[in-house]
């Protein structure tokens, strides 16, 4: 039993695209209730269900609480853009790095689409910075967003930093919603 609907837009992402490996350190932001990271501890065996494959790491982050969960780690009340955030994740992640970045964060909607849009780009642009720090050569990030005029600054900020980066409007997202999301994949870490 997931914890919420939105569960079955990850699920049918990874049984496409196969981003979830068992082993894999995998860090879910906006993760309250927790569903994502309930089927993020399935598919990487963070809990170690089966004992004939490696075991992973998840680590949800949200504003929120978040109820426990077998097989991963919650930083409750944190904020994913706050730098501090990302300083905890180091040291929490085995060797302060992460295969896979999830994320379905979304701020509180004022209801003024345009403003919206332009808060949630934001807050995905700052998993960038997150990404530099935490995600490994080749790995990949899953964010939501909703589409509006910035949509095709986030996909070239992605593309700069990502080998491939794709527009996804899952099965189980409501038509009707701006609600998409960017795979991007084969992070290409930056030369300094
Ligand atoms: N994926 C979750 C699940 O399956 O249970 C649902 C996520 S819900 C759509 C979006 C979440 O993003 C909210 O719980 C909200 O508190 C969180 N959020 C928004 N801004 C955030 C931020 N700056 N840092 C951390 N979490 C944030």
């Given at each position: 039993n997931f914890r919420c609907r939105s569960a079955f837009k990850l699920l049918e992402i990874d049984d496409k695209f196969r981003l979830l490996q068992p082993g894999y350190s995998v860090v879910d932001c906006?993760?309250?209730?927790?569903a994502w990271s309930q089927v993020a501890v399935q598919r990487i065996n963070s809990a170690g269900t089966d004992q004939g494959s490696p075991r992973g790491t998840v680590i949800g982050i949200d504003l929120l609480n978040i109820p426990p969960l077998d097989g991963a780690h919650f930083l409750s009340?944190?904020?994913?853009?706050?730098p501090a955030t990302h300083g905890k994740l180091q040291e929490l992640l085995p060797r302060g790095r992460a295969h896979v970045i999830l994320s379905d964060m979304a701020p509180n909607?004022?209801?003024f689409r345009d403003m919206d849009h332009e808060k949630l780009i934001t807050m995905c642009l700052s998993l960038i910075d997150l990404a530099e720090k935490i995600?490994?050569?080749g790995g990949s990030l899953l964010c939501k967003y909703w589409d509006g005029v910035l949509s095709h600054h986030l996909q070239e900020k992605l593309s700069s930093v990502f080998s491939s980066v794709r527009t996804i409007k899952p099965d189980?997202?409501?038509?009707?919603?701006?609600e998409r999301y960017f795979l991007a994949r084969m992070y290409k870490k930056r030369v300094k």
């Amino acid at each position: 039993n997931f914890r919420c609907r939105s569960a079955f837009k990850l699920l049918e992402i990874d049984d496409k695209f196969r981003l979830l490996q068992p082993g894999y350190s995998v860090v879910d932001c906006g993760s309250a209730p927790g569903a994502w990271s309930q089927v993020a501890v399935q598919r990487i065996n963070s809990a170690g269900t089966d004992q004939g494959s490696p075991r992973g790491t998840v680590i949800g982050i949200d504003l929120l609480n978040i109820p426990p969960l077998d097989g991963a780690h919650f930083l409750s009340n944190h904020d994913v853009t706050d730098p501090a955030t990302h300083g905890k994740l180091q040291e929490l992640l085995p060797r302060g790095r992460a295969h896979v970045i999830l994320s379905d964060m979304a701020p509180n909607a004022s209801g003024f689409r345009d403003m919206d849009h332009e808060k949630l780009i934001t807050m995905c642009l700052s998993l960038i910075d997150l990404a530099e720090k935490i995600l490994l050569p080749g790995g990949s990030l899953l964010c939501k967003y909703w589409d509006g005029v910035l949509s095709h600054h986030l996909q070239e900020k992605l593309s700069s930093v990502f080998s491939s980066v794709r527009t996804i409007k899952p099965d189980a997202s409501r038509k009707d919603s701006a609600e998409r999301y960017f795979l991007a994949r084969m992070y290409k870490k930056r030369v300094k």
